[in-house]
């Protein structure tokens, strides 16, 4: 059987708890994604499943970046999860791909993640566009993707998560 990504179902939340603490190796993680669950914060909850077993998951939530004119709505790429024994076999990069193209025909603008320097850049992220964005985050891991080309150009400001990330 081949993997197939979809969309999170009530059924599946226990199954990504599992995922997140496995890979984590801590509840951190699996505690956050249930607060911006019942925040109502999530944008899109994709779970990657093989054999009926779901093997991965990833989530993105609403966050802002707060200029000194306006709110700009940005998304955030977190946590993003796979079990230890799936790792290294292209299911977190299939994840990834699959998550940025549906914000894409859902009218996304901006993608933030805090992550690998060397991972997340395959996709598009970069720290460059973050330069002008203040975050709480070491600038070499705080990086964005502009699902729409030109979506960060003059943006200058804070970066807020959602207080589900407990920032």
């Known amino acids: 059987m ?10 599946d ?22 607060r911006l669950r019942d925040g109502g914060d999530i944008v899109l909850s994709l779970v990657a499943e093989l054999e009926g077993q779901v093997i ?21 790429l977190a946590p993003m999860a ?6 290294r076999q292209r299911v977190g990069s299939e994840l990834v ?3 940025l193209a549906r914000l894409r025909d859902s009218a996304g603008r901006i993608v933030i993640v805090l992550g ?3 991972y997340y850049p395959r996709f598009g992220f970069s720290a ?15 990086m964005a993707l502009e ?11 804070s970066v807020r998560y959602s207080s589900a990330f407990q920032l």
Request: aromatic share 6%; proline share 7%.
């Open 2 to 11: 081949s993997l197939q990504i979809r969309e999170e179902q009530p059924a």
């Open 13 to 34: 939340v226990p199954w990504i708890r599992q995922v997140n603490e496995a890979a984590f190796g801590r509840a951190g993680e699996a505690d956050l994604i249930d």
């Open 56 to 76: 991965g998951h990833i989530l993105f939530s609403r966050m802002s970046i707060e200029t000194a004119a306006e709110s700009v709505a940005a998304i955030s």
């Open 82 to 87: 796979v079990l230890p024994e799936h790792q």
């Open 97 to 99: 791909r699959c998550g």
């Open 116 to 118: 690998h320097k060397e």
């Open 128 to 142: 460059e566009k973050t330069a002008d964005l203040h975050s709480p985050f070491p600038p070499e891991a705080f």
């Open 147 to 157: 699902l729409v080309e030109g979506a960060l150009a003059g943006v200058r400001g």
